[in-house]
């Protein structure tokens, strides 16, 4: 999808209306129109990046601060016990919106939302095998 047709983009832009709830210089954050919880909000970069894999890493501290001051303020205005930060990438990881995005989910004590089912490694060299062969894709 090009720029010029984002919905976040057209959101950042202000050509989109949105509930805004944060913005400074760099991110914008809004309710999400198909909430988990009242509250649920995206927090996006001004600047359209696909993925998490396009941003620089020179936008990690505006977007950490945003995120921080976005779920303390989430859980005060909701009475949220917890909240979790989440973000996909890729369509196998569910992202639909390609204009990165994080989200904000306000949580409750015995709200019934879970956590993906975790597995385990069959020994403990199978998970240092993993290990090793992570750490060498990593870029140098």
Known sequence: MSEEKCIFCLIASG???C????????????LDLSPVHPGHTLVIPKVHYK???EVPCEFAPALLSALKKI??????ATGATGFNVM???GVSAGQTMFH??????PRFDGDGL???????????????????????????
Do not use: R
């Open 19 to 30: 509930a805004k709830v944060y913005e400074d210089e760099s991110v914008l954050a809004f």
């Open 100 to 105: 990165v995005h994080w989200h904000i989910i």
């Open 114 to 140: 879970g956590a993906w089912e975790q597995g385990n490694y069959p020994d403990a060299a199978a998970m240092q095998t993993m290990a090793a062969k992570v750490a060498s894709c990593l870029e140098k």
């Open 87 to 89: 973000q996909n990438n």
């Open 71 to 76: 779920g303390v303020a989430v859980m005060k």
């Open 15 to 17: 050509d989109i209306p």
């Open 51 to 53: 993925d998490l894999l």
